[in-house]
């Protein structure tokens, strides 16, 4: 069993910031790719970005410049540093994580945490 436990959500003003945390624990060999998407009701889920295991990053141009995605391998963690927020990046923050539970197999499980909720006041 793996599980990612978020945190970090909260209620900000328009130009504010907050960092996202995502902890995985659990049944883990190794790590891949770690991500943060997000969610509005009635809209697609949609990648916010992404980092792999060597340290590439992917981010939404409309994030591009205020959120930075990073991971602490020691402790399973990935972080959303996100800056100048915006009210229209208010959204369910949903972290992910490719896990290679077993050492004999290549494959890799996406894993999401709970979510956390980002409202960003104007």
């Known amino acids: 069993q793996v599980q990612l436990v978020e945190s970090g959500g909260g209620l900000v003003q328009r130009g504010g910031a907050l960092r996202l945390s995502c902890a995985a624990s659990g049944s883990i060999f190794s790590i891949n790719a770690m991500g943060w998407y997000r969610q509005v009701p009635g809209k697609e889920r949609e990648l916010v970005a992404r980092i792999s295991g060597g340290g590439n990053t992917y981010d939404l141009d409309s994030v591009k410049g205020r959120f930075t995605i990073s991971r602490d391998n020691a402790k399973n963690t990935v972080y959303l540093q996100m800056n100048s927020l915006k009210p229209e990046d208010t959204a369910v923050y949903y972290c992910?994580?490719?896990?290679?539970?077993?050492?004999?197999?290549?494959?890799?499980?996406?894993?999401w945490g709970q979510g956390t909720q980002v409202t960003v006041s104007s």
């Open positions: 992910n994580a490719d896990v290679q539970i077993y050492s004999y197999s290549d494959s890799f499980r996406r894993y």
